[in-house]
């Protein structure tokens, strides 16, 4: 019987020490929650860093292709220009206005101008995207105030150029649409379809 009693005694310790070892190396409370906080940030991580190359390759296709972009107006013409080196010299320009090609080093600021800006500063601001309206002297004041409100959109620089063969002359890099009055509807539709499109260093802005 003490010889039962004694075994019976051992069992119970040995099985209380198996249940404090399993106790000791189970997870504790804190660790559990610090796995759990490390999935979800990695989680996380990992759908923000899709999202952000779903954003990047929908970018890269809108600015690589401007044959996609929505309804452009009718008349637009399209250039191919391989040239946007810069250069501290005048340049005689292939389109008038220019659209694109060597231009100076200092993009010119996108704002209205009362007088002829430079076409090589002018050009610089198209190869980051801007869209330049220009007409001729001689249009009347209603019609020019019409067109400097759209200096106020961003990256929109507006000024009058002599010897142009319409009144008014839309232009991106690569683009050109030439209108005889200052239609809202299609100007609005080319900015729309051009700005920051068909340039080399799109978004750059001035």
């Known amino acids: 019987m003490e010889a039962l009693l004694g075994n019976t005694r051992k069992l119970k310790r040995?099985?209380?020490?198996?249940?404090?070892?399993?106790?000791?190396?189970?997870?504790?409370?804190?660790?559990?929650?610090?796995?759990?906080?490390?999935?979800?940030?990695?989680v996380g991580g990992g759908v923000l860093?899709?999202?952000?190359?779903?954003?990047?390759?929908?970018?890269?296709?809108?600015?690589?292709?401007p044959q996609t972009v929505p309804d452009p107006p009718e008349g637009?013409?399209?250039?191919?220009?391989?040239?946007?080196?810069?250069?501290?010299?005048?340049?005689?320009?292939?389109?008038?206005?220019?659209?694109?090609?060597?231009?100076?080093?200092?993009?010119?600021?996108?704002?209205?101008?009362?007088?002829?800006?430079?076409?090589?500063?002018?050009?610089?601001?198209?190869?980051?995207?801007?869209?330049?309206?220009?007409?001729?002297?001689?249009?009347d004041g209603g019609a020019i105030d019409a067109l400097e409100g759209f200096a106020r959109r961003r990256d929109v620089l507006v000024s009058p150029y002599p010897g142009l063969d319409s009144a008014i002359v839309l232009t991106t890099w690569g683009t050109q649409l030439r209108l005889d009055s200052p239609d809202g509807d299609v100007i609005d539709e080319f900015i729309r379809a051009f700005q920051h499109r068909t340039a080399p260093e799109n978004n750059v802005g001035c």
């Open 14 to 42: 040995a099985a209380a020490g198996s249940k404090k070892r399993s106790s000791a190396n189970a997870p504790g409370p804190v660790a559990s929650a610090g796995r759990r906080g490390w999935v979800r940030y990695a």
């Open 49 to 65: 860093a899709v999202l952000g190359l779903l954003v990047y390759f929908i970018a890269t296709d809108v600015s690589g292709n």
């Open 76 to 139: 637009v013409e399209y250039f191919t220009v391989v040239d946007p080196a810069h250069t501290a010299q005048a340049v005689i320009y292939d389109q008038d206005p220019p659209a694109g090609g060597p231009h100076n080093a200092t993009p010119l600021r996108c704002q209205a101008y009362d007088e002829p800006v430079p076409n090589e500063n002018a050009v610089h601001a198209l190869e980051h995207g801007a869209v330049w309206i220009t007409y001729r002297p001689d249009l």
